[in-house]
């Protein structure tokens, strides 16, 4: 199963210490070798990196870890596939724009015949069933909200589309729209307060 690393700050700040330990999972310490991916909010911009190929021994890893991005939201994924081949499009985080601002998402988990009914404004690019669960997400939100609503509202809308999605299997995610970090586990979900 996929791997999840989040971060929330309160001020930029470099997540090179835990993204080395995190993508050493990737091929050399576990075996999650199908891509890796890790996204970093700067300002209303993202800076988004994917690889295919295991994050232990990816280029694309060296050039993040060389890069030292400071960021308050941070969200990364070592993938080992469950659905959908290896490649870039099934790569994590996925990134969509909504309220204008980017939304990043990433997940850990199966989720067993979930197929939702196409949505009016996303639509998923690869075959995984976890681009298909944020597009849903997203699609809803969208849908009930023409604008950002307030931060507890969104929350509690955010709390019962991931009831309804967690009925279809393993559902451990995170995401994020650069405010906020929005973390679920539907099994163990580790964290720290710094």
Not at 80 to 97: C, D, I, V, Y
Not at 119 to 139: K, M, P, Q, W
Not at 155 to 171: K, N, P, S
Request: contains cysteine; charged residues 20%; aromatic residues 14%.
């Amino acid at each position: 199963m996929c791997q999840l690393l989040g971060m929330n700050c309160n001020t930029p700040t470099d997540i090179m210490f835990s993204f080395e330990g995190f993508r050493r999972r990737g091929g050399i310490t576990d075996h999650h070798a199908d891509g890796f991916g890790i996204g970093f909010f700067e300002g209303k911009g993202v800076r988004l990196f994917h690889d295919d190929k295991p994050s232990a021994n990816s280029p694309v890893a060296d050039l993040v870890r060389a890069y030292q991005i400071k960021s308050e939201n941070v969200i990364a994924h070592i993938r080992k596939a469950s659905q959908g081949q290896t490649s870039l499009a099934n790569t994590h985080p996925f990134m969509r724009e909504m309220w204008g601002e980017y939304w990043l998402f990433a997940h850990n988990g199966h989720l067993i015949d979930f197929y939702p009914e196409q949505g009016e404004y996303y639509h998923a690019v690869g075959s995984t069933d976890s681009e298909r669960a944020f597009c849903f997400i997203l699609n809803r939100l969208r849908s009930r909200f023409a604008t950002k609503p307030k931060p507890e509202v969104l929350f509690d809308a955010i709390a019962g589309l991931t009831h309804e999605i967690r009925r279809y299997g393993l559902f451990n995610f995170v995401m994020s729209n650069g405010d906020c970090l929005f973390a679920h586990a539907s099994t163990l979900l580790h964290y720290i307060v710094r």
